[in-house]
């Protein structure tokens, strides 16, 4: 069945939903985008996700196309319209539409697109398997705070990795840990300390990665915010990573090197369940 999108005030079938050729998310990658995940009819940390909508098109300085109550209310009626209990809605803003130009008119008219996919979430795999990854170079622009579009980068390198057997790349730079292709990584030191990446440019501020910490937290569990190396990262006792769309993926192996065992730890899986009965009970309700 064709799903119903949003496009700049209007409900389309995805056939019909255009985007002018001379858009600036098309032509240089300047637009934001955002995910919510959606499970038993609830949004996944939605006031986190919208919080952050509003950060990067800040720093973008792209005008935030709709108000707070009226991004809520799309987000509610995108999921009914196309019948979505369990899923993620994507919603993308870019700068907007003008000649080719480096330089552009301030302000210009943001494009504002919404779509859903129908995905088990809750039905992952991984979970219970684990992933692999490789390291390799950072690559990417320095301002990885800003949850933009630019993801050619990171969609290479872990095309790069699938073909030589990986799950997903980690990407390294001076020697320490940034994030995954599309997901924050976390390390349990031998000692029992969940170990994260602190916040800075050079990662994304995961919405995902700061609700497993709050959640650690309150678990009793000792956290601590720091960079570290690959080598401390092989030498753990558990690790994994933490995205909106697949919450919390245990990973198993680094660059061929078993981390703990080799097989899904206690303390990563004690975590996710945490986290899937604390949105259950919490999540934001689709319908009204």
């Known amino acids: ?100 130009d480096f330089l552009f008119p301030d302000p210009l008219e943001p494009t504002f697109v919404m779509f859903t996919q129908a995905k088990r979430i809750l039905d992952n ?7 692999s990854l490789k390291t390799v170079a950072e690559g990417r622009w320095s301002r990885r705070q800003i949850k933009t579009v630019q993801l050619l980068y990171s969609s290479f390198e872990k095309m790069e990795a699938h073909r030589e057997g990986y799950d997903d790349v980690l990407f390294v730079e001076n020697g320490h840990v940034t994030e995954a292709s599309s997901a924050n990584f976390h390390i349990i030191s031998r000692e029992g300390r969940l170990i994260t990446r602190d916040l800075s440019n050079a990662l994304l501020h995961g919405i995902t990665r700061g609700s497993i910490l709050d959640l650690a937290r309150r678990a009793g569990l000792e956290t601590e915010e720091r960079s570290f190396t690959v080598a401390e990262a092989k030498a753990a006792a558990e690790a994994f990573i933490t995205s909106a769309t697949s919450f919390l993926i245990p990973v198993v192996s680094l660059d061929g090197t078993n981390i703990g065992d080799g097989t899904v730890g206690p303390v990563g899986r004690r975590l996710l369940d945490l986290y899937i009965k604390d949105r259950r009970e919490n999540g934001l309700p689709i319908a009204t």
């Open 125 to 131: 795999p991984k979970w219970n398997k684990g992933i």
């Open 1 to 100: 069945m064709s799903r119903t999108v949003y496009l700049n005030g209007a409900w389309l079938p995805e056939a019909e939903a255009k985007i002018s050729v001379f858009d600036r998310g098309f032509l240089f990658a300047d637009a934001i985008y955002e995910v919510t995940g959606v499970i038993d009819g609830k949004l996944i940390d939605y006031d986190a996700h919208a919080a952050r909508l509003k950060r990067s098109l800040q720093a973008l300085g792209i005008p935030m196309p709709v108000d707070d109550g009226t991004l809520l209310d799309l987000h509610r009626q995108i999921a009914q319209r196309n019948g979505i209990t369990e899923g993620l809605i994507y919603l993308q803003v870019s700068r907007g539409a003008q000649d080719r």
